[in-house]
């Protein structure tokens, strides 16, 4: 069969012996993975394909189990499978562990399935290619949200070296499971004294839904900032959200959260196809043309 590709026009014809991978969610239409993985797939004339696949939390275990005797090299998972991809996992590396989900499943020859997780690389990877010469070590890390996302950005800056993480959640005992799960030196604040938590900081990361279109704002004062920390809104919806625009008028270094999703996916897709993917500019307008229809 053939696939039109959306950039170029160009045909890709697959194989019998093309290589399949995916994403599992529920819903799983809103992801921008197959547009990503499509791009690169297309980009690097590989025999393959990656399909958004639909599947009821009720039949996880048993879809996922099933995909590599089909013939599927592995799958992300997103939205509400991350925890169950991980019990469902044989193997599970350290950042999976850590995280205590996984959003990459690498299904092996013999259809035992590895469980990773690479939203902290992706996190990394985006600050590092947005801000040259950034690290974790230049100062305290202020970190709003207890989430998934907040457990993959914590861990990721103990891991580079941050010498504080001020971890700042509206449900104190959700902050604290996190910090307690994640260790080194992570800070519990209250969501009360989030602006004064600012002071002497290097690095602000919204990990929370507020901002995001639909959602209510994020009430945070940044007086308190230091001009010289940079701000992160791992929200990509909208691109720049209000906390970043705020932060870019008072002349902080700000960085958008699409680039997280586009380099989270290149540990899978150099698992699955073979080949180590580079996140370009013109990637970036591809996804970005999605979003904006």
């Avoid at 239409?29 to 993985?37: E, V």
């Avoid at 996984?102 to 939203?119: C, H, M, P, Q």
């Avoid at 990394?124 to 230049?138: M, P, V």
């Avoid at 999703?261 to 043309?289: D, I, N, S």
Wanted: proline share 6%.
């Amino acid at each position: 069969m053939g696939e039109r590709s959306g950039s170029t026009g160009a045909l890709r014809t697959l194989s019998g012996k093309a290589r399949l991978a995916g994403v599992l969610g529920w819903p799983v239409a809103h992801s921008l993975s197959p547009r990503l993985h499509g791009y690169w797939l297309q980009a690097y004339g590989i025999d393959g394909a990656y399909v958004p696949l639909p599947i009821r939390p009720e039949d996880f275990k048993d879809c996922v189990r099933a995909l590599p005797r089909i013939g599927f090299a592995g799958v992300n998972v997103t939205v509400p499978h991350k925890e169950a991809a991980l019990a469902a996992a044989d193997h599970r590396d350290a950042w999976a562990e850590r995280v205590g989900a996984a959003n990459t499943l690498i299904f092996d020859v013999g259809g035992r399935i590895e469980a990773t997780n690479t939203d902290a690389f992706g996190f990394l990877e985006n600050l590092r290619a947005a801000i040259s010469g950034w690290t974790a070590t230049a100062g305290p890390a202020v970190v709003l949200g207890a989430g998934g996302a907040a457990r993959a950005v914590v861990a990721a800056l103990i891991e580079a070296g941050a010498p504080e993480v001020r971890l700042v959640n509206r449900t104190p005992a959700r902050a604290k499971a996190v910090a307690a799960h994640i260790g080194g030196p992570t800070l519990v604040v209250s969501w009360e004294e989030r602006s004064e938590a600012l002071a002497g900081a290097a690095l602000l990361v919204n990990t929370t839904v507020l901002g995001m279109t639909g959602k209510p704002a994020l009430d945070l004062a940044l007086e308190s900032l230091p001009s010289t920390a940079v701000v992160n809104d791992i929200v990509y919806v909208p691109l720049e959200t209000p906390l970043l625009k705020t932060a870019a008028k008072r002349g902080n270094r700000v960085v958008d959260g699409l680039g997280m999703l586009l380099h989270q996916a290149r540990p899978g897709f150099a698992a699955w196809f073979g080949v180590e993917p580079r996140v370009t500019p013109e990637l970036r307008a591809h996804v970005l043309e999605t979003m904006n229809r």
